[in-house]
DNA sequence: ACTTGGCACTCGGGCTAATCGAGTGCCAGG
DNA sequence: CCTGGCACTCGATTAGCCCGAGTGCCAAGT
């Protein structure tokens, strides 16, 4: 379909404009790299790539910019994600290691990637569906109120205020507290729902009650509400592109979670770098902007996604290369703990 | 110094300007408000309000639009608070009310602000300063590790990674915990730093290593580190009022967990309403932008801050009006637990 | 002393015309 | 199939122009 030399020329398409931003032409082409053809023949092929679809000219006289679909077999074929060198690969290790805790680490990816590949950084919570429990707590708040804390381990702490039907003394919630515990360490979360149900049977009859308010809060919260927690971070490099006038819409689709979901869950292969383009991401809002995704973790243990968002005119090897690396090193740090 | 004219000039030209992000005329402004004299007259206080800098020409002939000296006169003494009315109090409150936990009564709240003022909204986390504890957990992670959580009456749940220096058993932890709980519990964050400089004594011998970690863990945590935590919403706002180029610089600086820090905290002032305009806000980068800020809580036991960030250019009666009311519910709903 | 109508003046925004040049498509020849 | 040549297109830039909103000032009126 389309022979080596095209091939080339796409792809030299392709990283003069995301390098200028400007639409670019069959004599810069031939000047900024070594294609050992005329400019004519140029044309000629860019005819070709034009009349396929791979690129088009914004306005009759100027140069031609890549389409989503050159984009894509720009991704596909024509290029290899940028490894990083030791040097920054020590960079990242040295600042990701200062972090204390899962809400730190999650907080540094984030900068991190941000600042790594210039772009809006998405990463993702270790996602509670793929945690076990580490550890449950009982703390009384009132008469009838409960502070449930729940940990797991990836670090995650969840929360949840549980009324009581019934007011309780300290000795019933030991007792529940250690069943809990008993049950529920070490459980995925996803088979919590079955484990729950044959709960109650370890209760004692007079305190059923109450333990059934509780594990309703727990399958509520872990299975029902928010269960993913996602943050975003580089807003501001969305300024240096521009987008026409969606820079709203963008801003608009970057704050819902429900979102941000989507974005990253679309692709379900875990381990490689997955790169959606353009009005590939059937989110509204994001038709122009690109999203290079990997999950974290490791092979055996995959904890959740991250990712940049930017432009389609994006730099994708080093966009890919930086999201596969911090992803290593992320997914490495909690694997630690 | 100003008569009664001038000042009501200035009123009317804060308002037509805040509405339609023009600057206003002396024709235009004797149409749209009622003031009883000729546009000649208006030209003339204009021309004086002018010289006292609380207003400028951005070309040399055009309306006027405010200074920040002249929103600063119009907020401290010709603009009173707008009020909500019933229904939309009802709304906030039932908006509210649906939250389970912390994290999500501030991310509602945060949602809350930025939908009812359309400016961007900045709220703080209960600052841990003011917070008692709840109770302490510890549990164990690995040979030598232990995650500590620590729960304030605030609904706070921090966590850190503890490294021991010697190994622990099951026993040692229930002792080392039950004396941090009887010590600790109810004890306000502030006066930790002494309590736990005794803690020593009430731990045996052979375990001081450890808990002497655990301790110097609590305090850096609380202490030392981020003990702030603020989140924002609402960034895509910030699209509506045009900042000329310095929209970068607007979402770098709401990105700085710091800076957001000396936004909220430069008032100490709690209970009522504050409004810094323009270079009032020291924080380079949004000189052009506007903070209004109030505190939460009952007035016996404040929390913590929040408020909105705009442009100078703001409408601030009710920016100021939806700041104290949905500060008013928020506090509100966490003195329930 | 303040207000008012009148009037000349300024200057930014918007419109049109003209020019420039990058880049193209196509063709005829190698 | 490649190449040099050539006519053509059209967006961007510049210059010139006009229009009108808005001003400052002044002289007259209350």
Redesign the interface.
Known sequence: MLDDRKMAVLRAIVEDYVSTNEPVGSRALVDRHNLDVSPATIRNDMAVLEEQGYIVQPHTSAGRIPTDKGYRLFVDKLSAIKPFSAAERRAIETFLAGA????EVVMRTVRLLAQLTRQVAVVQYPSLSKSAV??V?L?P?TER?L?L?L?TDT?R?E???VELPASFDEDSIMQLRAVLNACLDGRKLTDIATVVADLPERVEPRERANAAAVFSVILE?LVA?HEEKIIV????N???ADFSQG???V??AL?EQVVLMRLLGESDDQSSVTVRIGAENDVLGLRSTSVVAVGYGSADRPLAKLGVVGPTRMDYPTAMGAVRAVARYTGQILAE?
């Open positions: 204390y805790d899962l809400d580490r550890h707590e703390v708040l109120r502070l804390v940990i670090g702490v929360q949840r205020v919260t509400r971070g580089g807003a501001s969305l300024t240096a820079l709203r819409q801003l608009e704050e703990s």
